[in-house]
Nanobody, 119 residues
Framework: QVQLVESGGGLVQAGGSLRLSCEASGRFFSSYTMGWFRQAPGKEREFVAGISWRNGSPDYADSVKGRFTISRDNAKNAVYLQMNSLKPADTAVYYC????????????WGQGTQVTVSS
């Protein structure tokens, strides 16, 4: 099992940047595919970005490509989401999630961190 704790959310003006962090406790962090999801009020949770356990290759939702960057530091049991050129539409609670190795479902979730982008 792995426990996840997000940090780094806050209030930022449109065009600004934020960096979210997710620290994981538990063993074998490097064997988890890590992801970021978000949920805006009244909307379903959606995938934002993921990073492979195997080779560190990233994947992004079309809505954030070119603006967001996911990275991981296996030595620190951490995954990050650098968010640039933020838009009001990016306002949501952001969740860190983990999927064990080759599994396609995310089984472990953090508590979320609020990101609010003002216009």
């Amino acid at each position: 099992q792995v426990q996840l704790v997000e940090s780094g959310g806050g209030l930022v003006q449109a065009g600004g940047s934020l960096r979210l962090s997710c620290e994981a406790s538990g063993r074998f962090f490097s064997s988890y595919t890590m992801g970021w999801f978000r949920q805006a009020p009244g909307k379903e949770r959606e995938f934002v970005a993921g990073i492979s356990w195997r080779n560190g290759s990233p994947d992004y939702a079309d809505s954030v490509k070119g603006r967001f960057t996911i990275s991981r530091d296996n030595a620190k049991n951490a995954v990050y989401l650098q968010m640039n050129s933020l838009k009001p539409a990016d306002t949501a609670v952001y969740y860190c999630a983990a999927a064990w190795a080759t599994k396609t479902t995310y089984d472990y979730w953090g508590q979320g961190t609020q990101v609010t982008v003002s216009s």
